[in-house]
């Protein structure tokens, strides 16, 4: 969300100094203005570092420390972002108005193509690159990162939002939205 100042000046010769207007809709849940913050972008490429990190550790093979540090980006990505519904955290103004919601439709009003949406569709692309480097020659392990990256970028397609595994469709806001 930008804060860039708009400066009007009247017929009159004042200046109104408003803020330029949003381009989300106003119902965006309060409680996911933290993920526009670039600590949160690096918070989240840290644990993805981390993540490889503990696998490089713990298994000598490259190709299956990739590996595994793809599925766990897929099913952490997937539980947080597209299973769990409702706010991430509590708060009293917000009175289960986003409890059908899961977390990904809450963010940024459901408007897609923003930083964090491109950040969040991004990710699982560039894992399954840096893994096809070490995971080509491996036809045990590569379905595995395929199917990883697909499972994270599958859900965040504009043609499936709001679509839930098994038929449990969320109910739109209004009428107005996407």
Not at 10 to 31: F, H, I, R, V
Not at 70 to 95: E, F, N, Q, W
Request: aromatic fraction near 12%; hydrophobic fraction near 40%; proline fraction near 8%.
């Amino acid at each position: 969300m930008s804060l860039r100042q708009r400066v009007n000046v009247d017929t009159d010769g004042s200046k109104d100094n408003s803020p330029e207007p949003s381009p989300y809709p106003l119902d965006t849940n309060p409680m996911t203005k933290w993920l526009h913050s670039y600590g949160f972008w690096a918070l989240y490429i840290s644990m993805i570092a981390m993540t490889r990190i503990f696998y490089w550790m713990a298994v000598s093979d490259p190709a299956i420390g990739w590996t595994l540090t793809c599925v766990t980006h897929a099913v952490m990505s997937y539980v947080l972002l597209h299973v769990l519904k409702g706010a991430p955290i509590g708060d009293i103004t917000i009175r289960g108005k986003y409890d059908h919601l899961t977390f990904w439709e809450q963010i940024d009003g459901e408007y897609h193509g923003t930083k964090i949406r491109k950040l969040f569709s991004s990710v699982p692309v560039l894992l399954l690159a840096i893994a096809f480097n070490w995971v080509r020659n491996d036809w045990y392990l590569l379905p595995w990162v395929i199917l990883s990256t697909a499972v994270c970028v599958i859900p965040k397609l504009p043609v499936m939002h709001r679509k839930r595994p098994f038929g449990d469709e969320s109910p739109p806001l209004s009428p107005h939205s996407r």
